[in-house]
């Protein structure tokens, strides 16, 4: 019981990663139906100029830098590979340049960093905390901490801000917002840039636990998209739970059975859940008007 309690706290520590990049494929799929397939890359690209950063100043004030330089690469992301294509109204052509440059970004972080994993001094100590009889590391409950802090602050400034009652209305309905005067175009920006953000975030955050380096945004940001078809698209709630499961899933199969099996529960289930329920667990199925 104790090996699965720690089993369990580390998978949900992994699992609050990839519902933080989860929540940034929300972001942009609320706003204009398109997703950011380079999210993993704006992780890998955060980690990076983070590690760059730490050696010229303290880890949390990097922070905040580092979050500005992701909100950055995202307004790159939405101006040179999404806007095009939503302007000729090419159905799938946001699909091509969001991978292209997701691959562009990786070269660069491959010649300018190099292809070794590097590692990321951490901030807090390595020692483990005694908690409730199991070992949790410092950065782990950072992680976790973090993670949920982040989405908080989205969802409130959403709700409680003009500017997140804009992006709510045009999530809700783009072409009404339009006709009521707000800059719908501005509010996509606005969301790639918050969706890179949390990415660049989520990169720092991981960073002191694993090693950095330019591959480490592929999986990740596979997994979390598998994260956010599980939990749905529409749903904040369903990314931090499908996050959750899949870093238990993970973590127990990698113990119990295999590190070489412990990729497969992830895909099981995202088969699974679309085959039973396309939406997602906590997705809403939304009827489109013609």
């Given at each position: 019981?104790?090996i699965?309690?720690q089993?369990?706290?580390?998978g ?10 989860a ?9 204009s ?8 890359e704006?992780l890998m690209?955060?980690?990076?100029v983070?590690?760059t950063l730490?050696?010229y100043?303290?880890y949390w004030l990097?922070?905040p830098?580092v ?9 790159v992301?939405e ?6 294509a939503?302007k000729?109204?090419s159905?799938?052509g946001w699909i091509?340049?969001t991978i292209?440059l ?6 660069v ?5 190099g292809r070794?994993?590097l590692?990321?001094p951490?901030?807090l100590?390595?020692s483990?905390?005694?908690f ?5 590391l410092?950065?782990?409950i950072?992680v976790?901490?973090?993670a949920?802090a982040m ?7 959403n ?10 209305a045009?999530?809700n309905d783009r072409?009404a917002?339009?006709l ?5 175009s501005m509010v996509i920006?606005?969301?790639?840039a918050?969706s ?8 720092v955050?991981?960073a002191p636990l694993?090693l950095?380096?330019?591959?480490m ?11 956010a078809?599980i939990?749905g698209?529409?749903?904040g709630?369903?990314?931090i739970?499908?996050g959750?499961?899949l870093g238990?899933?993970?973590?127990t199969?990698g ?6 099996y412990?990729?497969?529960?992830g895909?099981?289930?995202l088969?699974l859940v679309?085959?039973v ?5 906590f997705?809403k199925?939304?009827?489109k008007k013609?």
């Amino acid at each position: 019981m104790e090996i699965f309690t720690q089993l369990l706290v580390s998978g949900i520590a992994l699992g609050m990663i990839y519902a933080v990049i989860a929540f940034g494929y929300q972001l942009t799929f609320a706003t204009s139906r398109t997703l950011n397939f380079g999210q993993g890359e704006a992780l890998m690209l955060g980690a990076l100029v983070g590690l760059t950063l730490v050696g010229y100043m303290n880890y949390w004030l990097m922070i905040p830098v580092v979050m500005i330089f992701g909100a950055m690469q995202g307004v790159v992301v939405e101006r040179v590979g999404v806007r095009p294509a939503l302007k000729t109204k090419s159905e799938f052509g946001w699909i091509m340049t969001t991978i292209s440059l997701a691959i562009i970004f990786k070269n660069v972080a491959e010649n300018v960093w190099g292809r070794d994993d590097l590692k990321f001094p951490s901030p807090l100590s390595a020692s483990p905390l005694k908690f409730l009889g199991v070992n949790v590391l410092p950065m782990e409950i950072v992680v976790v901490v973090g993670a949920i802090a982040m989405m908080l602050a989205v969802e409130i400034f959403n709700r409680k801000s003009i500017y997140g009652k804009a992006v709510v209305a045009t999530s809700n309905d783009r072409d009404a917002a339009g006709l009521m005067g707000i800059n719908t175009s501005m509010v996509i920006t606005f969301s790639y840039a918050l969706s890179s953000m949390t990415a660049a975030f989520a990169g720092v955050l991981i960073a002191p636990l694993t090693l950095t380096g330019a591959t480490m945004g592929v999986v990740l940001g596979l997994k979390a998209f598998a994260v956010a078809i599980i939990g749905g698209l529409n749903s904040g709630m369903g990314v931090i739970v499908g996050g959750m499961i899949l870093g238990v899933a993970e973590t127990t199969t990698g113990y119990y059975l295999s590190t070489g099996y412990k990729d497969v529960p992830g895909l099981v289930l995202l088969l699974l859940v679309l085959a039973v329920k396309p939406a997602g667990l906590f997705g809403k199925t939304v009827i489109k008007k013609v």
